[in-house]
């Protein structure tokens, strides 16, 4: 049958389309809050109190927001780096890995170096460190992905446990500082770390941020290398049949993703914590993952739900040692936005179908 | 329709009366008769799309005809699923095994039963060594089935069949993956069942193997049933004869409607020096595909070349080892005077070797990518589309609204996901992206596989044109009918190797059927 397939039924007017789509994402997240509202009831905490504490403190205090600013920094690199990777059909699960291995070696390098030498030119050298480092931790799961079609997702799941004690190891072993007893790395004295914005406590690291998730943004959809990528990512058949080098694609998403990621690790030590201690993990990567899908891979949407990750991360640490509800629940309460908001994608999706028909 | 039996008192176990089964644009199966005897290996013999099949789903429970009626041990039945198709005692082994690779014979076998029930493996073990000693084969049950070769698989499906108390058992293709000691040894094994009382039905595409195991032959041709050679008549011919008569209903008959009959040679293709050579093209088989076997061929400016076969015969591969997506492992391919066996995909599509594949979603296009972008697919990067690698829209969209317009593509827009067009104007994309400027030698995959008559039509006469304009053009395809009608030269692909090349005239249609079917010219 020769036929014009008309996409009925899809919005067509943009507003009405936005209208929908903010409909979509934000009617969801009230449903989560209630849902988590439940099992804070359950546990017997207010769950009123919970989220008005989280709100103030993460959003509504001037030393709040400055956290909650600072905290988008290394969150935003990773979610720059998650893009990238996803948007190519690669699971790049391993970011965490990338992120404390990349912290590490800038932690070792930037006060030694700033002792040296002007500290602009040792954060150049610590931020191109914990590239290099990041990017080698990548390598093994992308050779087996790029020649012999080795799951990533495992691969580069176990380099992260690896990397992970391995970072661990590294600074009670080796980059230990030998001035206090607290198992850690020297510290990169204040004056010597990245510069913060105006008279406030926020990193510039959160505006390097920005400007990194932009750049991949744009990287994707407006350079042809970012829709090679694509191309490998939503049908990698008809990237071999494009001939497109697919291997090498491989690796290089590989490459920028776990670099971005170690970048991130970076921008958090030299930015804002100065050192790393031991037994420190943060896995930004396992709260940042989800917010990304939940953006739907678009930059500009990322850094929306960056932002609300960031907040409720400094809300919930202030409740968790307020109110005693663990630091965990904000993982929780993003858990159930994802799967709330998953129903009712396929929900719209069953009604968007029955319509048409 | 009355039986012509060999055995006086055997009476039919399945017997179909005038089934039709119609899908979107095609009727598969139009008024079909069929018994199916005891003591019979039935074999239906037709060309890709004759309506094998359907029928084979029908019987097997995947689908249920439009009309007509099956009937079983006379009265009759509706089969509504594999399961039920089992349980009436039509076993089905198919063309690729179906056993779970990791598991063992045994367990393989005991799969399905009740699940509230412990397997019962002395029972299974009692009854598998009943069977196979009575029919002389030896099948380990503790063997795993990734262990076993696809002649063994086989024999456990088979097998499978037999447990059941199948007193039908259709082998669908059975022989396209084996040896031929493995099809040698199925012929006894069938043999041999059908001389306990089981009714065979057979399906295969070479006609040395209907001729030398079965009893009854049936011929489908575009989804009627146009012979049928009984058990009498099968015993009093001898091969050549029954062969000739067989290919005859196969491939004859049809000289056409239209005054021509056959499509005219054209003088000027050959006088030039060809634009493509393959010179003994060699690629190894793999477990699920055909390999190339030496593989020579020429093809002139403005010819058409067709390839003609069963499908999965290595045409595929051919294309695959032409456009540069696998590697060949021997042999040499030139392109206009220029060795191109070890460029890529890019360079031959830059040096003019342009192909369509016949996996439209699958590998030719990006479903979920704007019309406009497909277009660009194998150009991404390059200008005026792209200055400094930076996408420019306006280029690409103004490129994309020209080529709707000239190769009429239907859709509502520039930028509606390629997915969402029909078949043939999924087709026009790939046309229009492939035969842009530069293009010396287009290769055709199946290019009318799935379209409606109109696209057929258009999409026929395009690749006229092209070769008309001096474009040597490289046709494969399963439709001899299309070959027939467009081709200067068709040459037949059988397990990966070139049979033979017939020049396309009045008997081009004998011949070529004869070498599809795995004869001789």
Same mark, same amino acid.
């Given at each position: 049958?020769?036929?014009?397939?008309?996409?009925?039924?899809?919005?067509?007017?943009?507003?009405?389309?936005?209208?929908?789509?903010?409909?979509?994402?934000?009617?969801?997240?009230?449903?989560?809050?209630?849902?988590?509202?439940?099992?804070?009831?359950?546990?017997?905490?207010?769950?009123?109190?919970?989220?008005?504490?989280?709100?103030?403190?993460?959003?509504?205090?001037?030393?709040?927001?400055?956290?909650?600013?600072?905290?988008?920094? $290394?969150?935003?690199?990773?979610?720059?780096?998650?893009?990238?990777?996803?948007?190519?059909?690669?699971?790049?699960?391993?970011?965490?890995?990338?992120?404390?291995?990349?912290?590490?070696?800038?932690?070792?390098?930037?006060?030694?170096?700033?002792?040296?030498?002007?500290?602009?030119?040792?954060?150049?050298?610590?931020?191109?460190?914990?590239?290099?480092?990041?990017?080698?931790?990548?390598?093994?799961?992308?050779?087996?992905?790029?020649?012999?079609?080795?799951?990533?997702?495992?691969?580069?799941?176990?380099?992260?446990?690896?990397?992970?004690?391995?970072?661990?190891?590294?600074?009670?072993?080796?980059?230990?500082?030998?001035?206090?007893?607290?198992?850690?790395?020297?510290?990169? $004295?204040?004056?010597?770390?990245?510069?913060?914005?105006?008279?406030?406590?926020?990193?510039?690291?959160?505006?390097?941020?920005?400007?990194?998730?932009?750049?991949?943004?744009?990287?994707?959809?407006?350079?042809?290398?970012?829709?090679?990528?694509?191309?490998?990512?939503?049908?990698?058949?008809?990237?071999?049949?494009?001939?497109?080098?697919?291997?090498?694609?491989?690796?290089?998403?590989?490459?920028?993703?776990?670099?971005?990621?170690?970048?991130?690790?970076?921008?958090?030590?030299?930015?804002?914590?100065?050192?790393?201690?031991?037994?420190?993990? $943060?896995?930004?990567?396992?709260?940042?993952? $989800?917010?990304?899908?939940?953006?739907?891979?678009?930059?500009?949407?990322?850094?929306?739900?960056?932002?609300?990750?960031?907040?409720?991360?400094?809300?919930?640490?202030?409740?968790?040692?307020?109110?005693?509800?663990?630091?965990?629940?904000?993982?929780?309460?993003?858990?159930?936005?994802?799967?709330?908001?998953?129903?009712?994608?396929?929900?719209?999706?069953?009604?968007?179908?029955?319509?048409?028909? | 329709m009355t039986a012509t039996s060999h055995q006086a008192a055997a009476e039919p176990i399945v017997t179909l009366e005038r089934i039709?089964?119609?899908? =979107?644009?095609?009727?598969?199966?139009?008024?079909v008769d069929l018994q199916i005897l005891p003591g019979e290996v039935h074999?239906l013999?037709?060309?890709?799309?004759?309506?094998?099949?359907?029928l084979?789903?029908?019987l097997?429970?995947?689908?249920?005809?439009?009309?007509g009626s099956i009937q079983i041990d006379g009265t009759q039945r509706?089969?509504?699923?594999?399961?039920?198709?089992?349980?009436l005692g039509i076993?089905?082994?198919?063309?690729?095994?179906?056993?779970?690779?990791?598991?063992?014979?045994?367990?393989?076998?005991?799969?399905?039963?009740?699940?509230?029930?412990?397997?019962?493996?002395?029972? /299974?073990?009692?009854?598998?060594?009943?069977?196979?000693?009575?029919?002389?084969?030896?099948?380990?049950?503790? +063997?795993?089935?990734?262990?076993?070769?696809?002649?063994?698989?086989?024999?456990?499906?088979?097998?499978? +069949? /037999?447990?059941?108390?199948?007193r039908v058992l259709i082998?669908?293709?059975?022989?396209?993956?084996?040896?031929?000691?493995? %099809?040698?040894?199925?012929?006894?094994?069938?043999?041999?069942?059908v001389?306990?009382g089981l009714a065979i039905i057979?399906?295969?595409?070479?006609?040395?193997?209907?001729?030398?195991?079965?009893d009854r %032959?049936s011929?489908?041709?575009?989804?009627?049933k146009?012979?049928e050679?009984g058990p009498?008549?099968?015993?009093?011919?001898?091969?050549? &004869?029954?062969?000739?008569?067989?290919? &005859?209903?196969?491939?004859?008959?049809?000289?056409?409607?239209?005054?021509?009959?056959?499509?005219? =040679?054209?003088?000027?293709?050959?006088?030039?020096?060809?634009?493509?050579?393959?010179?003994?093209?060699?690629?190894?088989?793999?477990?699920?595909?055909?390999?190339?076997?030496?593989?020579?061929?020429?093809?002139? =400016?403005?010819?058409?070349?067709?390839?003609?076969?069963?499908?999965?015969?290595?045409?595929?591969?051919?294309?695959?080892?032409?456009?540069?997506?696998?590697?060949?492992?021997?042999?040499?391919?030139? /392109?206009?005077?220029?060795?191109? &066996?070890?460029?890529?995909?890019?360079?031959?599509?830059?040096?003019?070797?342009?192909?369509?594949?016949?996996?439209?979603?699958?590998?030719?296009?990006?479903?979920?990518?704007?019309?406009?972008?497909?277009?660009?697919?194998?150009?991404?990067?390059?200008? =005026?589309?792209?200055?400094?690698?930076?996408?420019?829209?306006?280029?690409?969209?103004?490129?994309?609204?020209?080529?709707?317009?000239?190769?009429?593509?239907?859709?509502?827009?520039?930028?509606?996901?390629?997915?969402?067009?029909?078949?043939?104007?999924?087709?026009?994309?790939?046309?229009?992206?492939?035969?842009?400027?530069?293009?010396?030698?287009?290769?055709?995959?199946?290019?009318?596989?799935?379209?409606?008559?109109?696209?057929?039509?258009?999409?026929?006469?395009?690749?006229?044109?092209?070769?008309?304009?001096?474009?040597?053009?490289?046709?494969?395809?399963?439709?001899?009918?299309?070959?027939?009608?467009?081709?200067?030269? %068709?040459?037949?692909?059988?397990?990966?190797?070139?049979?033979? %090349?017939?020049?396309?005239? &009045?008997?081009?249609?004998?011949?070529?059927?004869?070498?599809?079917?795995?004869?001789?010219?």
């Amino acid at each position: 049958m020769e036929s014009t397939t008309t996409p009925a039924g899809t919005v067509t007017d943009p507003i009405q389309a936005m209208i929908h789509r903010l409909l979509l994402t934000l009617g969801p997240i009230l449903i989560a809050l209630i849902i988590a509202g439940l099992i804070l009831i359950a546990i017997g905490v207010n769950p009123l109190e919970y989220y008005g504490y989280v709100i103030k403190r993460g959003l509504l205090s001037p030393t709040g927001v400055q956290q909650t600013l600072t905290r988008m920094a $290394p969150m935003l690199f990773i979610a720059a780096g998650l893009i990238v990777a996803f948007r190519a059909g690669i699971w790049n699960l391993g970011v965490d890995g990338q992120f404390l291995l990349g912290a590490v070696a800038s932690a070792a390098s930037a006060p030694l170096l700033a002792a040296v030498m002007p500290s602009w030119l040792a954060l150049i050298i610590a931020f191109s460190l914990a590239t290099t480092v990041a990017m080698a931790w990548s390598l093994l799961p992308a050779l087996l992905k790029a020649y012999h079609g080795v799951n990533e997702i495992i691969t580069t799941l176990m380099m992260t446990f690896l990397g992970v004690s391995l970072a661990n190891v590294m600074v009670k072993l080796v980059f230990l500082d030998p001035g206090t007893t607290v198992p850690q790395t020297r510290t990169l $004295p204040v004056e010597d770390r990245m510069f913060r914005l105006f008279d406030t406590t926020i990193s510039s690291g959160l505006l390097l941020g920005l400007v990194a998730i932009i750049a991949v943004h744009l990287m994707m959809t407006r350079t042809a290398f970012g829709l090679k990528l694509r191309v490998v990512g939503a049908n990698p058949r008809a990237a071999v049949h494009s001939g497109l080098g697919v291997p090498s694609l491989t690796i290089a998403v590989f490459a920028i993703s776990a670099a971005l990621a170690g970048l991130a690790g970076a921008v958090d030590i030299l930015g804002v914590q100065g050192n790393v201690r031991a037994d420190w993990n $943060p896995a930004y990567g396992l709260a940042v993952i $989800p917010a990304v899908f939940l953006a739907r891979l678009n930059g500009f949407a990322s850094i929306g739900f960056v932002f609300l990750l960031s907040v409720l991360s400094i809300g919930g640490e202030s409740a968790a040692r307020r109110i005693g509800v663990p630091t965990t629940f904000t993982l929780v309460l993003i858990a159930i936005v994802l799967i709330v908001l998953a129903i009712a994608e396929y929900a719209d999706h069953r009604y968007q179908n029955a319509r048409r028909t | 329709m009355t039986a012509t039996s060999h055995q006086a008192a055997a009476e039919p176990i399945v017997t179909l009366e005038r089934i039709t089964k119609a899908f =979107p644009g095609v009727v598969a199966n139009d008024n079909v008769d069929l018994q199916i005897l005891p003591g019979e290996v039935h074999v239906l013999l037709g060309e890709n799309g004759a309506g094998k099949s359907t029928l084979i789903g029908l019987l097997s429970g995947l689908q249920q005809p439009d009309s007509g009626s099956i009937q079983i041990d006379g009265t009759q039945r509706a089969i509504n699923s594999p399961r039920h198709a089992l349980s009436l005692g039509i076993g089905t082994v198919f063309q690729h095994a179906m056993l779970v690779p990791t598991l063992t014979v045994a367990e393989n076998l005991l799969l399905g039963g009740p699940w509230w029930e412990r397997p019962r493996k002395e029972r /299974l073990r009692e009854k598998v060594d009943e069977i196979s000693k009575s029919l002389g084969i030896a099948v380990d049950l503790d +063997a795993y089935a990734h262990d076993l070769s696809l002649g063994e698989q086989q024999q456990v499906e088979i097998l499978r +069949a /037999l447990i059941r108390d199948s007193r039908v058992l259709i082998l669908d293709e059975s022989t396209s993956m084996l040896t031929p000691k493995g %099809i040698e040894e199925l012929g006894s094994l069938m043999r041999r069942l059908v001389n306990r009382g089981l009714a065979i039905i057979f399906i295969t595409h070479k006609l040395n193997e209907a001729v030398s195991f079965g009893d009854r %032959i049936s011929v489908l041709k575009l989804g009627r049933k146009v012979g049928e050679i009984g058990p009498d008549r099968f015993k009093s011919l001898d091969k050549a &004869e029954l062969t000739t008569q067989i290919v &005859e209903m196969m491939f004859g008959g049809q000289h056409s409607e239209d005054d021509a009959g056959f499509h005219k =040679p054209n003088p000027l293709s050959t006088a030039e020096p060809p634009v493509l050579v393959l010179d003994g093209v060699t690629l190894e088989s793999t477990s699920t595909a055909p390999g190339l076997n030496s593989v020579h061929l020429e093809l002139h =400016p403005g010819e058409l070349l067709g390839i003609a076969g069963i499908d999965g015969n290595g045409q595929k591969q051919l294309a695959d080892a032409l456009s540069g997506q696998s590697r060949i492992e021997s042999g040499s391919i030139t /392109l206009n005077g220029k060795r191109i &066996e070890t460029h890529s995909v890019g360079e031959r599509r830059d040096a003019g070797l342009r192909y369509l594949t016949d996996d439209r979603l699958g590998e030719g296009t990006v479903s979920t990518f704007p019309v406009s972008l497909n277009f660009l697919l194998k150009q991404i990067g390059s200008p =005026p589309y792209w200055r400094n690698q930076i996408e420019r829209r306006a280029d690409i969209d103004q490129h994309a609204e020209h080529l709707i317009q000239d190769y009429d593509v239907r859709t509502p827009s520039a930028h509606t996901p390629v997915g969402r067009l029909s078949g043939g104007n999924i087709q026009k994309v790939l046309l229009a992206r492939e035969l842009s400027d530069g293009a010396k030698v287009v290769i055709f995959n199946k290019p009318t596989y799935g379209l409606d008559l109109s696209n057929t039509v258009s999409t026929r006469q395009r690749i006229r044109d092209i070769a008309a304009s001096g474009l040597g053009v490289l046709l494969i395809s399963t439709d001899l009918e299309e070959l027939l009608e467009l081709c200067d030269r %068709i040459a037949v692909m059988d397990a990966g190797t070139i049979t033979g %090349i017939v020049e396309n005239g &009045e008997n081009a249609r004998t011949e070529v059927g004869r070498l599809m079917v795995g004869l001789s010219q």
